[in-house]
């Protein structure tokens, strides 16, 4: 009762300053974009990260964060640690468990992970040492995870956020080694003389002929390596090839200068496809896109102007143009990231420069099979914005609403009803193999049962 009753009054004090913060943004709205050193609004005029990007939120709400993960943990927003933990299967466990309880503040994140990385790295070591194959794959491909994960709370290109991409990259190249399924080191020529960071998986077993594809793009707090399970991963199962990239703006590719912008993602689906036609493994007329959170928006920026990716899936979606909620009501932590991913330090700045995220003028150009998995209290990009996107698409279309369900996915609706990333990977499956299906909405209620109603 206790933990509640702080929980209840820090959630209050939160929403005070939600309501304070719609009003500062809206009077700042006004401002001229030459005051705020951008060109004009839409422009792409991105300045280089010098430093951690600093917002009124961050300073004014930090302690009440530090609350907040100290009553209800590390998983205060969103589920960190079983998505981290996730593609590592149960082996993980444990460690997270013991991660759990060290993170007690947001200050404490970067230091556990990287305790828990050290430890897991050695382990390979010393069993790659024995001969000990397996022992050794499982212990490098979470220390991956655990590397990556201690990057998440940094927002610039400091020394230690470049240690930590050095040791998770070292130890995925190791796993790709010891993996039961080809993995390859890949690099996605871009504009600028640029290479966008990736990793190629085929399935265990493959004996060689054309299979399916899909380009996987993680979300704005995930990283590529997640994309793809250690074991019994829902694409290579399938027998679908992944490209698992880390898009312009996402993690490796933040840490390597290459910032996100819409020109930089509406010419990242491209570059991906260029790079996959040329691979012997792939048929070109089966290459699929899938995106989650705000690889959601992503995905579907990179679908809308190459003609070539044949199926488009999205879930926990992103889509409110503009993204005041995520960045002006949700944890500050979104909006710090976010900045750093686009390279600014300002706020005034980046705020001129987020009116002009959006799908508008975009998704009307996609005409492959789409579809989108969403919850219908999904707090970080409100369901209207979602159902708004649907509608404007020209082509074959299913949108699949969760009752009662947050922008994580969860609940009961999600737990009794169709699994989200099982109807996922079979729709993508037969969409790549011209399977036809009716436009629809699903709505899956709190029961599991599912009523359909067509577009």
Not at 48 to 56: D, I, W
Not at 212 to 235: H, L, N, Q, T
Not at 279 to 304: H, K, L, M, N, V
Request: charged fraction near 25%.
């Amino acid at each position: 009762m206790k933990k509640t009753g702080i929980l209840l009054l820090v959630i209050g004090v939160l929403l005070a300053w939600s309501v304070k913060g719609v009003s500062a943004q809206q009077a700042g709205s006004v401002a001229s974009p030459a005051a705020a050193g951008v060109e004009k609004p839409g422009a792409e005029a991105v300045p280089k990260t010098l430093g951690e990007p600093v917002t009124r939120r961050w300073i004014e709400q930090r302690w009440v964060l530090d609350n907040v993960i100290r009553s209800v943990g590390m998983d205060w927003d969103q589920p960190r640690s079983a998505y981290v933990a996730g593609p590592c299967g149960a082996e993980a466990s444990s460690d997270m468990a013991g991660i759990r309880q060290r993170i007690q503040k947001y200050a404490d994140a970067s230091p556990a992970f990287e305790a828990a990385a050290r430890r897991r790295e050695a382990k390979a070591k010393a069993a790659e040492e024995a001969e000990e194959r397996v022992t050794a794959r499982e212990n490098y491909c979470i220390a991956t995870m655990f590397w990556a994960a201690a990057q998440w709370p940094i927002d610039e290109n400091n020394e230690k956020n470049r240690f930590y991409n050095q040791r998770k990259r070292e130890c995925y190249i190791k796993y790709s080694k010891l993996a039961d399924h080809r993995v390859e080191e890949v690099w996605i020529p871009v504009e600028g003389g640029k290479s966008l960071p990736a990793w190629f998986h085929l399935p265990p077993g493959y004996q060689g002929g054309r299979i399916p594809v899909v380009i996987s793009i993680p979300g704005m707090d995930s990283f590529k390596e997640m994309g793809v399970a250690m074991y019994g991963d829902r694409w290579l199962n399938r027998g679908i090839a992944v490209l698992a990239v880390d898009g312009p703006g996402q993690y490796e590719s933040a840490v390597l200068n290459i910032y996100f912008s819409m020109p930089a993602w509406s010419a990242t689906g491209k570059a991906a496809v260029d790079w996959l036609i040329k691979r012997q493994e792939i048929d070109p007329g089966r290459i699929g896109i899938y995106g989650s959170s705000f690889g959601s928006f992503f995905a579907t920026i990179a679908a809308a102007n190459e003609p070539r990716i044949r199926a488009v899936a999205v879930s926990a979606t992103c889509f409110e143009p503009g993204f005041h909620s995520i960045f002006e009501e949700a944890s500050p932590t979104f909006k710090m990231r976010f900045m750093y991913m686009s390279g600014f330090t300002d706020e005034g700045k980046f705020d001129i420069f987020r009116k002009n995220m959006t799908w508008e003028g975009y998704v009307e150009k996609i005409r492959a099979p789409y579809l989108c998995i969403a919850g219908e209290a999904d707090e970080l990009s409100p369901l209207v914005h979602t159902e708004r996107m649907i509608k404007a698409l020209q082509g074959p279309k299913r949108l699949v609403v969760y009752q009662d369900a947050r922008h994580a996915l969860g609940g009961t609706s999600v737990s009794l009803g169709p699994n989200p990333a099982t109807v996922v990977a079979d729709w993508v499956l037969a969409a790549l193999n011209g399977k036809p299906f009716p436009s629809d909405r699903w709505y899956v209620d709190a029961t599991g049962r599912v009523t359909k109603t067509p577009y």
